[in-house]
């Protein structure tokens, strides 16, 4: 069994389109924890309907990549049993960048996922960037979280073609619609042991 945990800053509709498939499909997952850095964030609410634990780890006047605060998490996620043996830890617009610290101590269990197909239009405002950069298709990345942003092995990618007249908003709706596709599958697979990392590859049996 997988202990999973899921971090959040917002909306949350990946971590609940995640909660609900697990259910749904009998994954081998076992969801812990959900951690907020923001205590408004409406997933939260979300999580605890679904009845799954929720922390809230305020993140305010932390800038950028913190240890200090990263350790906080890991003693919440050690807490309920989320650990590099057994875990899965699920950045799910989770709004701040992980400390190397971080990323080494569950190296390889750390997933997120990003509205563009990477290693294009990283960063924030991915479906503008892609908008205005005049792309033919975009589309979203579930990928393992490395040292850098949004760089590390890439395990699912769903595309979508851009229309003429698309905005910033409809394009984000319809890549969404994807993510809430292809991030529990990535679980899925993850749960089932079916993913490999080889280097810079994710190779999915
Ligand atoms: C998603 O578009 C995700 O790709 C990005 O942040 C957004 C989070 O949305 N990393 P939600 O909180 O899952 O609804």
Redesign the pocket.
């Known amino acids: 069994m997988t202990n999973l945990a899921i971090l959040?800053s917002?909306?949350?509709?990946?971590?609940e389109a995640i909660l609900k498939s697990i259910k749904k499909n009998k994954m081998p997952v076992k969801p812990v924890i959900v951690i907020s850095n923001k205590p408004d964030a409406k997933?939260v609410k979300i999580a605890q309907k679904l009845g799954v634990k929720t922390e809230v780890i305020e993140s305010m006047g932390v800038k950028g990549a913190s240890w200090d605060y990263d350790r906080k998490i890991i003693s919440v996620l050690e807490k309920n049993w989320v650990t590099p043996k057994n875990g899965l830890v699920c950045l799910?617009?989770f709004m701040r960048i992980m400390s190397p610290e971080f990323i080494r101590h569950f190296k390889g269990r750390i997933m997120n996922?990003?509205?563009a197909i990477l290693p294009s239009f990283p960063g924030l405002h991915s479906q503008k960037q892609a908008i205005d950069y005049g792309v033919m298709y975009s589309g979203?990345t579930v990928h393992f979280a490395d040292e850098g942003i949004d760089s590390g092995p890439i395990i699912l990618q769903a595309v979508v073609k851009v229309k003429n007249d698309d905005t910033e908003e409809t394009l984000s709706r319809r890549i969404?619609a994807k993510?809430h596709k292809i991030y529990p599958e990535a679980v899925r697979l993850f749960a089932l042991g079916k993913i490999k990392i080889v280097g810079r590859k994710a190779i999915i049996s």
């Open positions: 959040i917002g909306r949350g509709s990946n971590m997933g799910a617009g996922i990003h509205p979203c969404l993510e």
